[in-house]
């Protein structure tokens, strides 16, 4: 029976930044970068040197647009929004095994509805939960730079019943109105 252990380690940053055009809508920008490693290690049933160390690192950027309108006040301090956003990006990744190393490249475009709510703090401070991806596509070109093989995947996604599980996706950020 063989046994195995994986190590994963990542890292992103994403900020954003949007404009207030009235109490209802914004508009902004958004960028990423993100950093990964992971390590997989297989042993056989004998006491000693792993049989196989497999290591994959990445690397990557993302840019993006949104606009956002507000729905929905819930209270004096909640309010819904919709996030309507199109970005564009690129992962960089090595895969070493057997003491060889294979580069990939992703790059790709998306467009998303969101939706989400911001609780505020104060009138000018909010802490952002983004809840779901309620619909989104997205298109990304592969390419191989061992053996320049190149794939195209183009998806569409819905997902209607965002409210199965409430921390199964949702992503959290802090917001300053100027």
Do not use: C
């Amino acid at each position: 029976m063989d046994r195995g252990e994986q190590k994963l380690s990542s890292i992103t940053f994403s900020p954003k930044a949007g404009y207030f055009f009235t109490d209802k809508l914004a508009a902004g920008i958004g960028f990423s970068i993100l950093s990964g490693k992971q390590t997989t290690t297989r042993f056989s049933n004998v006491v000693g040197e792993p049989d196989d160390v497999q290591e994959m690192k990445g690397n990557g950027f993302a840019a993006n647009i949104f606009a956002r309108y507000y729905f929905l006040k819930l209270g004096k301090r909640f309010d819904a929004y919709t996030e309507l956003g199109a970005g564009f990006g690129s992962i960089k990744e090595k895969e070493t095994k057997d003491n060889e190393t294979e580069s990939t490249t992703v790059k790709g475009v998306s467009t998303a509805l969101d939706l989400g709510i911001n609780y505020f703090v104060t009138s000018k401070i909010a802490i952002s939960f983004t809840l779901a991806n309620v619909l989104e596509y997205s298109n990304m070109k592969i390419e191989n730079d061992q053996d320049h093989s190149k794939a195209t995947i183009s998806g569409f996604s819905g997902d209607l019943n965002v409210f199965k599980n409430f921390f199964d996706t949702p992503t959290f950020g802090l917001q300053y109105k100027f």
